[in-house]
């Protein structure tokens, strides 16, 4: 092992590498020049009014909400951006990821509001004015009305629904966007919505999940395809924001765990980026290729937050018998997910297989009473 020498007292933010380049000391953290640091949203979070799309009428539905409260006017940000953008600038951010809402976009199908998208024109001009790089999200959860009550992303139509809406929006936002996000999370918007229920439409069917992600990643390509041949900006970049967590066996000495950990890890991490990276899908998805795949992602999301350890559970086979929880005996978010930042470390070097430049466009943390914020920044980056 190197020795570990004190910092030079000229530089007491100093950072020192041994030969390995890994930090051997640091009593600050220094990023590179060009470290894309900044905050993340979603329109429905966020904007406010978004009345015409899946999520409104779901929340607006009793029993779907827990406490029964809705989105409603949020923090108004669809009609405060211009001082939110102002308060991420002089927070020193230099990126900040955003999601179009396609309801407001394509308000009836093949129907394009210029209302809206002269807002959106307005939103990115003023992030760019304030030094701020865009990152776009095409889909983040939500859905026209309309495109809901069609099927959604049952009905295989959606993939021509999606590449339509993504012309028009690289049409009329493409020289303000370098960096797209075309799909948010699909193994979390299928699982949520489509085998535990819990989001819209609410459905339970493995069948209905599986066909839901093969639509998604042919949409992701198509999009892709489209955002590529565009002629606005020859230097922009695609890719989708992926969900991963780290999965661990909670018993070390019992194979069935180690066998379910590497299940939920395929399953849940390794099957979307595999599908599109190699260009056909792979478990749990079926069969059959996916076009112009290989060639759509030029970027990778990562989406982090928790752990989960997996036990062996016979009286589950619909989870392939397999149990996921956080570690009972670690700390946890308000959301009782485990507060794991080495996850962090072991996702990006997950990723590395896949060759593909990488951006955190998610980490963060559940916190009621403000209380576990700061330590868990700093302990994650």
Known sequence: MPSRPSPPEAQPTAILFDENNVVIHANSLVFPPNFMWGTATASHQVEGGNAN??????????????????????????????????????????????????????????????????????????????????????????????????????????????????????????????????????VIYGTMGYLSGAWPPGKRSLPRFTNVLRNMLTAHARAARIIHESAVRSDALVGVAHHLRVFDPYRRMVPGDHFVARLGEATFNRAVLSSIVEGHYHFPFGRGEIPDGRESLDFIGLNYYSREMATFDFRRPKTFFGSYFAHPKNPKTSAGWEIYPEGVYRVLKFLGQFNRPILITENGVADEQDELRPAFLVSHL
């Open 53 to 186: 799309n899946d999520w409104w009428d779901w929340e607006s539905s009793p029993g779907h909400i827990r406490d029964g409260t809705v989105s409603g006017r949020a923090c108004d940000h669809y009609r405060l951006f211009r001082e939110d953008f102002d308060l991420l600038a002089d927070l020193h951010q230099n990126s900040h990821r955003l999601s179009l809402e396609w309801s407001r976009i394509e308000p009836r199908p093949g129907e394009f509001d210029p209302v809206a998208i002269k807002h959106y024109r307005d939103v990115l001009e003023h992030l760019r004015r304030r030094n701020v790089e865009p990152v776009v999200t095409l889909h983040h959860f939500t859905n026209p009305r309309w495109l809901a009550e069609g099927g959604g992303w049952e009905n295989s139509d959606v993939v021509d629904r999606f590449g339509k809406y993504v012309a028009e929006a690289v049409t009329a936002l493409g020289d303000l966007v370098r960096y797209w996000v075309t799909i948010n999370e699909p």
